[in-house]
């Protein structure tokens, strides 16, 4: 059965830090490039960061740049974000997925050929 499973969402305050894991079973994480996604209340789900399956290129949306880190573990099926210097405004329910490729186009990161999603981990960011 092929699997997404998120954790390490919470409440945090504004300038904190979470680092979310994605963990994949059911198939094998290094043939898909994997990112973070997120849909935040009342809003279209963005892309936030991408990493490819050759795990050489990483994409970042503009709201993410210089605050958070997209890694992937192949030899554990694991991907992970680092989230630093969090807003109010990252508060979200935050997606893994797999992908056939992904880029970033226009400030916002975009997912083709999406293969499978998780089911999401709730993050809030509020004093």
């Known amino acids: 059965q092929v699997q997404l499973v998120e954790s390490g969402g919470g409440l945090v305050q504004p300038g904190g830090s979470l680092r979310l894991s994605c963990a994949a079973s059911?198939?094998?994480?290094?043939?898909?490039?994997v990112g973070w996604f997120r849909q935040a209340p009342g809003k279209e789900r963005e892309g936030v960061s991408c990493i490819s399956s050759s795990d050489v290129d990483t994409y970042y949306a503009d709201s993410a740049k210089g605050r958070f880190t997209v890694s992937r573990d192949n030899a554990k099926n694991m991907l992970y974000l680092q989230m630093n210097s969090l807003k109010p405004e990252d508060t979200a329910v935050y997606y893994c997925?797999?992908?056939?490729?992904?880029?970033?186009?226009?400030?916002?990161?975009?997912?083709?050929?999406?293969?499978?999603w998780g089911k999401g981990t709730l993050v809030t960011v509020s004093s």
């Open positions: 059911g198939f094998t994480l290094a043939d898909y490039a």
């Open positions: 997925a797999a992908a056939v490729r992904c880029a970033a186009v226009a400030g916002d990161v975009i997912g083709y050929g999406m293969y499978h």
